[in-house]
């Protein structure tokens, strides 16, 4: 990846709206799972194994996508909230679908209390200090620059003091895979976004956060880099 | 309709952080300081500022 494509890239993801990205996963929200399953699944286990003990807590994720991870952290929340969020409508809908399915053919793994809605990540529609822990998956590195701040201040807000934050991004890797990431960036901004992992330490510290802990985690080539970090 | 109890209880105006109620037709949430409705669609609270529509 020359600069000039970095350059270019970055252009390419400044330019797309909130409202693009929304369309965009309204209308792969059936087909989203498949990429959970082949990229993402490792790295949902090892976030929540991570996480330590949820049960009894107030759980938020935020962009919980097809819902992999939701799924886990609902067997680990039996008797608290587990709050799921994410910007398209149309994800939101096949998750909730998906678990009331579930649940009505007396799947044992849905298990705890569910709240799901539509929400910007920059501007969440909840009262300060809430949750004791916050779920962030493959969000990050979709946002322009500007709204990455924005996104970790509010994950700030709505934490409550000494809460987690439990955060995966694509992690970075190889020459061959930077440069490949790079170019699927810049052909579909809104699903690959460009990669964030080496600005993930600096940006959680200014925005308040102390990070505990980081790990790469692989799968089917691809590297997630997995943090916990501290409010 | 089903929107829990447990949602109501902790879902403030993404914009200014006010408690919303419920709409009488049951079909949004309403921001009492801004005045904002925010639809329910398919029991999903669509909490997104640019879908809110301004009632007085």
């Known amino acids: 990846m020359t600069t000039g494509s970095l350059e270019l890239q970055g252009r390419r993801l ?8 929304q369309r965009f996963y309204d209308r792969t929200a059936p087909f989203y799972s498949i990429s959970s399953l082949l990229f993402h699944s490792r790295a949902h286990r090892r976030v929540v194994e991570l996480a330590g ?25 039996r008797t608290g909230l587990t709050v799921g969020v994410d910007l398209s409508p149309g994800m939101v809908a096949v ?7 579930r649940a009505a053919n007396g799947f044992r793994l849905v298990t705890g209390q569910s709240l799901l809605q539509a929400v910007d990540a920059r501007k969440m529609p909840f009262p300060d200090g809430m949750f004791d ?6 969000l990050l590195e979709l946002l322009p620059a500007a709204d990455i701040g924005r996104t970790v201040r509010e994950f700030y807000r709505v934490l409550r003091p000494g809460g987690r934050l439990l955060l995966v991004n694509p992690g970075d890797s190889s020459r ?17 976004g460009r990669l964030v992992a080496k600005e993930v330490p600096r940006i959680l510290e200014h925005g308040g956060f102390r990070v505990c802990h980081s790990e790469i985690v692989s799968q089917t080539g691809y590297p997630s880099l997995v943090t916990v970090a501290a409010r | 309709m089903a929107i829990s109890k447990e949602l109501l209880d902790i879902l403030v105006c993404p914009l200014d952080k006010e408690p919303v109620k419920l709409t009488e037709d049951g079909k949004g949430l309403k921001c009492a300081k801004c005045k904002r409705v925010y639809p329910i669609k398919d029991d999903i609270p669509v909490m997104l500022v640019d879908e809110a529509k301004i009632e007085e």
């Open chain 1, 14 to 21: 400044e330019l797309l709206s909130t409202r693009l990205t």
């Open chain 1, 53 to 77: 003990p949820l049960e009894g807590q107030t759980v938020l994720e935020v962009a919980v996508g097809s819902g992999e991870l939701f799924q886990f952290l609902l067997e680990r929340n």
């Open chain 1, 95 to 101: 998750v909730k679908k998906r678990l009331q399915e």
């Open chain 1, 133 to 138: 822990a916050l779920f962030n998956c493959y």
């Open chain 1, 176 to 192: 061959l895979f930077n440069f490949l990431h790079g170019w699927a960036g810049y052909a579909v901004p809104s699903y690959w």
